[in-house]
C-alpha cells in the first residue's frame, strides 16, 4: 500500500471551530453513514478507509472561515474503478460523498453538511502521459499544479494555471480555478479539454477528446468544470493543456532549428515590473487601458498599501507603499521591450511612480515572490488570525468604481483589510484577517462581504471570480443568475436524483420547487 | 412592420430534394402542428406567421446534403417575450419548435424531421448596445456574422469569430462556430460570455455575466452554446466579445497615447503569406512545428492542390498548383516581422517553394479572396453540384497521419474532393461535390465520410471540429463519447421533458432509456 499523508497543504489544523450546521437558510438533513456502509467501505478498501476523529476533522476543514463539518469516514482511494464502488456503496444507503483533493478551497466546498463519505483523491496522484508534441498531459485528479509544474521542469513545459495554492488538479477542476496567468493563459475550462469522471451511480464517462475544438454535443467537461463535486467525481485530467515556458527547451528534432531561434533573439522571455501610484484609481485606470489597447500581458496584479506593506515586512522587501502594479510579460525579447515600454508609457501618463523594472530572473523571483506570499503576510499582521477572502469580478468599465469604492466601504467599516487583484481579468479579492473570538468583528466583515458582492452584482459581474459558491455563497447565487439557477438545479436533479454528490453546497434545495 | 426578408445567404432555392424521413435508424414520430396550433401562432403573430409552401420549404432547406424536411409553420418573431409565446403555444399540443437563423447549417440542424414550427429569428436583428470600454457588445440572435462587422467598423472593434458563410450569431451559438481565425480568437465558447434564452416551459433566463471569469454555479452559457437548439432558444448574446481591428481606432480620450503609439510603430498590423510544399506532409508538419514552439498565428489554412486549382480558375488567382500553407499574422510591426521571419524559416526547413508574402492591403485581400471562396469554387468544378462537407479534427500529432490517409482514401474511393483545414486547430473538413441523381457516387462518399470519422476518432479527435451533429452525425456521438452521450440525454430530457426543441437531432433517442 502506497503511503497514505494527508497532504502538506493541510497541516496547519486550526483550532477546533463549530460542529454542526452552517447557517439559518440551509436545512439540510443530516444522512450519516450507516455502519453497514462504513463496514462496506472498510471491506472494499481496509485501512484505506478511516473513521479516525483527527483524519475527519481534517477532511471537514478548509482554509475558510466556514465551520469545522466532518464527515463520518474518509476512503482513501486508487483509482477511479474504486471511486465507482465507493460511490456504489453509498449510493445504496443514499449517503453523501465529498470529494477531497487538496483542503485549499475556501468557500466549505468539502464540508459535510449532509455528513457522509469523504473521498479522498490525493493517492490518485500519477502522471500518466506526457503528449510533448500536443503540449498535453494526462494526470490522475490527486495531482498538485507544484507537482505537475516540477515533474515537467525538464520538457520545457508548463502548466500555467497558477492559483496561488497548491491545489490538486481535480480540485481546481471543482472550482474553475484560475489566477495570476489567467489573463494570458485562461483558466481551467480553458486548459482541461477532457475529463474522466464517476457519476452518481457509479458509470464511469469520458468527456471532451483530444482535438483542441471540438462540435459534438453537449459540453459535459465545461458543465464538470466548476461544479464543485455536485454532479460527479472527477478522477482524471485526460487532455490537460499545458503552455510554453519562456525559455523552453525544444523538442529534440527541432534543436538545429531551435539554436537558429536563439541566435536570432526569438525564443519567448519574461519580463516583469513594479508601479506604484498616488492612488488606487489611476493603478486601476492604467490596467484597463493597457486591456483596452490589447497589449499582451502575462501577468497583471494590483495591490493596495496595505498588502504592500504586509508584504514588505513578510519577505522584507522594499517596495514604495502605494497602491501598486505588478505586471509581466511573455514573448520574444523583441516584443518583451516593446509592450514593457508602451505600457510604462501608459503607467506615467497615469502618474505612476518607481517603475521597477525585474531585468534578471533573481529580480523577477523577488517581486513574485512577495505578490505569492500576500495570504501569509496579511494573516501575519494579525496574530493568531485565521483569513477571509471575498472574490468578485466586474467588467473593466466598473472596476475602477468598484475597488474604489470597496476600498472606502473597507475604510468606514472600521475593518483591516487588504485588496489584492488578478485586474487583467477584472477579479479582486479583500483578504480580512479574523479571530474567531470577536464576534462583532465578525458581524461586520460579513456585512461589508455582502455589499461587496451586491456592487459587483449591480455592475454586471459576478459573486465569484474564481473561487466558486461552496456554502459560502449560495445565497448571491439566484441574486446574480435569477430563474437561471432553477435549470442549473433541474440539471442537479437529472444527473444526482439522491442528492448524493456533495450535497447541500452551491443551492439551497429548499428553495427550489421545480 | 419590418420587412421580412427571407436571409439572403437562403437565396439559391435548390432543386427540391425527398421530403419525409432522414435514415434508418431514426424513427421519430411526426408531430404535425394541428389547426388549433396554427390558428393561435397566427393570432399572435399575425402575417408573420407563414405556411406558404415555398416558405416552408426554404426552411427545411440548409446548405447540406440532407433532404429538404420543411415544417408545418414558419414564425418570424421579433422579440425574446415573442419566443415564449410561440413556445407556450406550441408546448401545449407537443409541437416541435425549429429555430432558424440564415439557414446556413450544414448537418441538417433546422430540417423538421419530426414537423413542428420553424422560429425564425432573422427579424431580432438589433445591434442593441456597444460597450466599447468592455470590447464586448449586446446583439438579438438574427444579427448576422457581417452585419455585426459591418456596424462595427467605424469603432475599431470587430467580432473575430469567422465560420466563412454569413451566419447569424444565434446559428453560430447553436454550433459553437469556429473558422479561420479561431487559432488567435477562439470559438463561440471563448466569445459568446452570456446569453439570453427562453426553455422549453417558456421562461427566460439569462445566463453568464459581464464579468470575463466567473466560478458561479454550472456553465449554462457553454451547456447551450452547442447544443442546436435542443434546449432552449437563444434570442440573445447579451456578452459578446470584441477583438481589435488590426490598425484600430482607439477609444477618443486615449487618442493623445494612440498617435504616440502610432508613432512608435505599436498599433496592431497584420501580414499575410501563402507558400506551397511538394508534399502535403510537408505542409501540415510546418504547421505543427508553428504550433508546437507557440509562434502566434491569426490564421493558419492548408489547401490542397485540388482547392488550389479550384480555386485559381474562380478567382482568376495564380498560385502554384500545390499543397499550400495560408498564414497570418496580427501584431505590431516589429511583432509581424519576427513572427512571419520565423515561420518562413520553419516552412523552408520543410521544403517550402514559392513563400509569397502579401505585404500591401490589397494583396492580403487577394490571398484571402481566395480561400474565402472555396466552397464555391469547388462546386463551380461540378456543374450542377451540391456540396458535402466533412469536418473532423484531431490532435497536432496525428494532423499529417490523418491528412496524408484522407487524401489517399480519396485517391482509392475514385472520388473527386478536396481538403482544406483549419490547421492550427487540428481541424479539417473535405469537400465533395455531388449530385442528387448519381446514387453510386453518394454511397461512395458517404462511405468515404464514415472512414474519415472513424479516422478522427481513431486519433483521438472528434466527429466534428464546428459543424455541430445535427441529423447527419449523430450515428458518431456515441462513437465519440460512448457512455457519456446518456448523461447528455438525461439533461435533454431534464430540461426538454416533451420532447419539443429542435427534437430529432443530435440523439438516436431510440437508443436511450435513461
Not at 478511516?50 to 472561515?65: A, F, K, M, N, P
Request: glycine fraction near 8%; hydrophobic fraction near 40%; charged fraction near 20%.
Amino acid at each position: 500500500m502506497r503511503c497514505r499523508l494527508i497532504p502538506v497543504a493541510r497541516t496547519s489544523l486550526v483550532s477546533l471551530r463549530r460542529w454542526g450546521s452552517v447557517g439559518s437558510r440551509q436545512q439540510i438533513t443530516r444522512r450519516t453513514a450507516s455502519a453497514e456502509t462504513i463496514s462496506a467501505l472498510k471491506e472494499l478498501l481496509g485501512d484505506r478507509l478511516s473513521t479516525s476523529r483527527s483524519v475527519l476533522e481534517q477532511h471537514g476543514t478548509d482554509e475558510s472561515y466556514h465551520d469545522v463539518t466532518p464527515p463520518d469516514a474518509v476512503a482513501f482511494v486508487e483509482s477511479t474503478e474504486e471511486v465507482t464502488e465507493v460511490i456504489k456503496i453509498c449510493a445504496a444507503t443514499r449517503t453523501p460523498i465529498i470529494p477531497f483533493g487538496a483542503g485549499t478551497s475556501i468557500e466549505g466546498h468539502i464540508s459535510a453538511v449532509a455528513g457522509g463519505v469523504s473521498v479522498n483523491l490525493s493517492g490518485m496522484n500519477g502522471i500518466l502521459k506526457l503528449d510533448r508534441e500536443n503540449m498535453s498531459v494526462k494526470v490522475e485528479a490527486g495531482v498538485t499544479r507544484e507537482q505537475l509544474n516540477a515533474d515537467l521542469r525538464a520538457t520545457g513545459l508548463m502548466f500555467p494555471v497558477d492559483p496561488g495554492a497548491n491545489a490538486t488538479i481535480g480540485g481546481m477542476v471543482a472550482t474553475n480555478a484560475s489566477g495570476t496567468t489567467t489573463v494570458k493563459y485562461g483558466n481551467m475550462k480553458t486548459n482541461a479539454l477532457s475529463l474522466t469522471a464517476v457519476m452518481a451511480d457509479g458509470r464511469i464517462i469520458k468527456t471532451g477528446s483530444k482535438a483542441r475544438k471540438s462540435s459534438a454535443g453537449y459540453d459535459l467537461t465545461r458543465l464538470l468544470i466548476g461544479s464543485e463535486g455536485t454532479l460527479a467525481v472527477v478522477t482524471e485530467v485526460r487532455n490537460c493543456m499545458l503552455g510554453l515556458l519562456p525559455f523552453r527547451v525544444l523538442h529534440d528534432h527541432h534543436l538545429h532549428l531551435q539554436v537558429e531561434l536563439r541566435l536570432s533573439g526569438v525564443p519567448e522571455a519574461e519580463k516583469a515590473m513594479i508601479c506604484s501610484f498616488d492612488k488606487m484609481k489611476d493603478a486601476i485606470d492604467t490596467c484597463t487601458t493597457v486591456m483596452q489597447m490589447g497589449i499582451p500581458v502575462a501577468r497583471m496584479e494590483m495591490m493596495d498599501e496595505n498588502v504592500v506593506d504586509a508584504v514588505n515586512r513578510y519577505s522584507n522587501l522594499n517596495n514604495s507603499l502605494r497602491p501598486s502594479l505588478i505586471i509581466e510579460h511573455h514573448g520574444s525579447a523583441n516584443e518583451l521591450e516593446q509592450q514593457s515600454s508602451v505600457v510604462q508609457e501608459i503607467a506615467r501618463d497615469f502618474g505612476a511612480m518607481d517603475i521597477e523594472v525585474a531585468s534578471t530572473s533573481e529580480d523577477r523571483k523577488r517581486l513574485w515572490s512577495g505578490r505569492h506570499s500576500v495570504w501569509h503576510a496579511v494573516l501575519n499582521q494579525v496574530p493568531g488570525s485565521r483569513g477571509f477572502s471575498a472574490d468578485v469580478a466586474v467588467p473593466f468599465s466598473k472596476l475602477t468604481e468598484a475597488v474604489v469604492e470597496t476600498q472606502q466601504d473597507l475604510k468606514t467599516s472600521g475593518l483591516f483589510g487588504t485588496i489584492v487583484g488578478h485586474v487583467g481579468d477584472g477579479n479582486f479579492h479583500v483578504l480580512i484577517p479574523f479571530t474567531d473570538d470577536n464576534k462583532e468583528h465578525l458581524g461586520r466583515m460579513k456585512a461589508f462581504s455582502h455589499r461587496l458582492v451586491k456592487r459587483a452584482l449591480a455592475c454586471g459581474g459576478t459573486c465569484t471570480g474564481e473561487h466558486g459558491i461552496g456554502i459560502g455563497k449560495m445565497e448571491y447565487l439566484p441574486m446574480e443568475h435569477g430563474g437561471a439557477v432553477d435549470f442549473m438545479y433541474t440539471i442537479k436533479k437529472a444527473l444526482d436524483p439522491q442528492d448524493i454528490m456533495n450535497p447541500g453546497k452551491i443551492f439551497y434545495a429548499n428553495d427550489r420547487s421545480n
